[in-house]
């Protein structure tokens, strides 16, 4: 059974961020991933990264959820590590063969993948506490480009329906015999297979334009969620944003 991509699964739950308002929010984490990326120092992205995962139990997403999506941005991070330790110039602390470790190159590597941890954890307390029509909505109050939020909105809606799509077309392949395999047969089934998804992408995309269009679609989305920004979207929002600019003091002053 093919597992959706809902990183809104959770947005029913209650928590401060569930109550969060979704613009200030919005500007809020993307202020403190910003900084969390752009740390200099080792010790203040550690500092980061407990803060990242103090906001992730703070919304109450189970971490089983956040693990299973974690465990492939993990794969991608760690290779950066690798290189970097084994490519970065600097003093040599260890040697296999013909390939050496630099102590800068530990450094770096670390820094990197402390920061990127940190900027993926803050993702879901950000977008996983509030449902998509909100986030979008939200998006849309902050004057994001309409274009931009219209292809967001229509990515997300459709990409279970394509997800839909493809595993019938394996279930299909697989009741005629196909088996995965690293040959030439193979990788041309699998690319008709994606061809034909394309088509039928396509043709998908034709109809619901024209049916929306026949409903009086006008490339804005109209919700009946209205937001208030209150006094504690206002402090929340302060202490965030106070502590992301905080982890570059402290990182200059040198404590």
């Known amino acids: 059974m093919m597992e959706y991509p809902e990183i809104d699964r959770y947005a029913s739950l209650d928590s401060p961020l569930h109550r969060f308002d979704p613009r200030v929010k919005i500007i809020a984490f993307l202020s403190l991933i910003f ?46 590590f690798v290189i970097l330790a084994f490519t970065f110039p600097g ?23 402390v920061r990127a941890f940190s900027a993926v954890i803050l993702i879901f307390p950000m977008i996983g506490t509030m449902s998509f029509d909100k986030t979008i909505k939200a998006l849309d109050g902050l004057k994001v480009p309409n274009s931009l939020v219209q292809m967001l909105m229509f990515t997300y809606r459709y990409i279970f329906v394509f997800l839909d799509e493809f595993q019938r077309i394996w279930t299909a392949m697989e009741s005629r015999g196909f088996k995965l395999r690293t040959t030439l047969y193979a990788l041309r089934t699998i690319g008709k297979a994606l ?16 049916a929306m269009r026949s409903r009086g679609y006008t490339g804005y989305q109209k919700t009946l969620v209205e937001f208030e920004v209150r006094t504690r979207d206002y402090l929340l929002a302060v202490f965030i944003i106070g502590f992301a600019v905080s982890l570059h003091v402290v990182s200059f002053v040198g404590v």
């Open 35 to 80: 900084s969390v990326v752009l740390i200099p120092d080792l010790k203040i992205a550690f500092v980061g990264l407990f803060f990242a995962v103090f906001m992730l139990f703070l919304s109450r997403i189970p971490l089983g959820f956040v693990l299973s999506y974690m465990k492939w941005v993990a794969m991608f991070i760690l290779s950066f």
């Open 91 to 113: 003093e040599e602390i260890a040697r296999f063969y013909f390939l050496s470790i630099s102590a800068e190159g530990l450094y770096t590597g670390s820094l990197i993948t």
């Open 195 to 210: 061809g034909m998804l394309f088509v039928k992408s396509y043709e998908r995309a034709e109809r619901v334009y024209r």
